[in-house]
């Protein structure tokens, strides 16, 4: 049965990723026949449904969904790339990191991607800057942001971790997570020649149009649920709900609207993992998947296996959605086989930072974002769309290889 419920998964992703379906979804009607098979009660396979998730999601997604739809965010990312002014060069550093604050704050990798890949590709038409580099780098700082503890990614490792008792890895999680990113982003700002672009193309902050009264009160409602969180250890999504609340109420943004901008999609593929690797765990699959993830590992190289092995599934599913809930859990078993004294945060961050920079592959969500926004900036001809396709997966490619070799020599230990 253990062996089988890996299979289950395996297949999970196979028809996620090949017949299109929400992998959520299938995971969830695999564990209701893998669990029946076992003889487990109904009450035990929904029990993996994690309900506090789910909530601390829907509550984040939203209140950014309000932000989006009145303007706030994407006017905010325009104000915070104008300073670069004629500066060309300086505008991928400003785009990383604004792309990570704003993530940080709470939207996450993707929402966040999403907003500022449509200004990041139109800026890489108007100003002459290579789309494949900008939007690796956008994304990246995207997911090293990702990794706070507002935001969906980092919600989804701390909690994982919080199963089998590791606690109080909120900062030594983000500071790793930007690290990874900032130096992958700055390897691809350098081998891109980022720091060469010129323009006699000049933003100006005259030419953008201040922030609206609605706009305002929903900057002072996102700074509101920040210090909720980080000075009075409100739980995120109940904060978020809050504010939104109050944002809906003084009628600053179209709460039908933002509803529907919640991406229920990720939410029931997030939690309908997280059923079938509970039927998993008590099948013992994640015990079986730890033995054999072992076998082939010792304590130099644990950290490379783990990162490689994410990557390469991060290209098939996806990372917060499949990835992190398959791999994380392994982590205390590992361990406990191979008798080894490792701080896990290191691996935690390996496996999410490693897949995450795989995501920059157009397979994945971020990748194509930046196709779709730079095919509808552009109008580009088929065989340049085919070009950047290749130039994109590459990225990800020597990302995944990159990050894998310097976690070797203890690259997600220099934080810790």
Known sequence: MALLSLFALVSAIFLGFFRKMNTGLVCIGFALILGKLAGMDDRTIIGGFNYSLFLMLLGVTYLFGLADINGTLKLLTNKITVVAGRRTFLIPIVMYVFATVLSALGPGT?????????????????????????????????????????????????????????????????????????????????AFGGYKLKSDVVLKLSDIPPFDRKQIITLIGIFVMVMLVMLFKVNVGLASFAVAMTLSFLRVS????????????TLLLICGVGVLMNVIIELGGIDLLSSALASVMN???????????????????????????????????????????????EWVTAISMVSNTAGISPLSTGGALALAAYSAE????????DRLFVKMFSISAVGVVTLSILAYFGFYRWLL
């Open 110 to 190: 993707i929402p966040t991607t999403a907003i500022m890949m449509v200004f990041g590709m139109t800026l890489a038409v108007e100003m002459k800057i290579n789309p494949a580099m900008l939007a690796a780098i956008i994304f990246l700082g995207a997911a090293g942001g990702g990794m706070s503890p507002l935001a969906a990614t980092g919600i989804i490792g701390i909690d994982l971790c919080a199963n089998f008792g590791l606690t109080g890895i909120e900062v030594p999680l983000l500071l790793n997570g930007v690290l990874s990113s900032t130096v992958y982003a700055g390897i691809v700002y350098i």
């Open 299 to 345: 304590a130099a190289t644990a950290t490379t296996i783990l990162g490689v092995t994410a990557g390469v599934m991060s290209w098939f599913s996806s990372t917060s959605g499949v990835v992190m809930p398959t791999l994380i859990p392994t982590i205390p078993h590992i361990i406990d086989q191979m008798s080894i004294s490792v701080n896990p945060v």
């Open 378 to 385: 552009a109008g580009v001809a088929e065989g340049e769309m």
């Open 254 to 265: 179209d709460e039908n609207e933002a509803i529907k901008k919640i991406p229920w999609g």
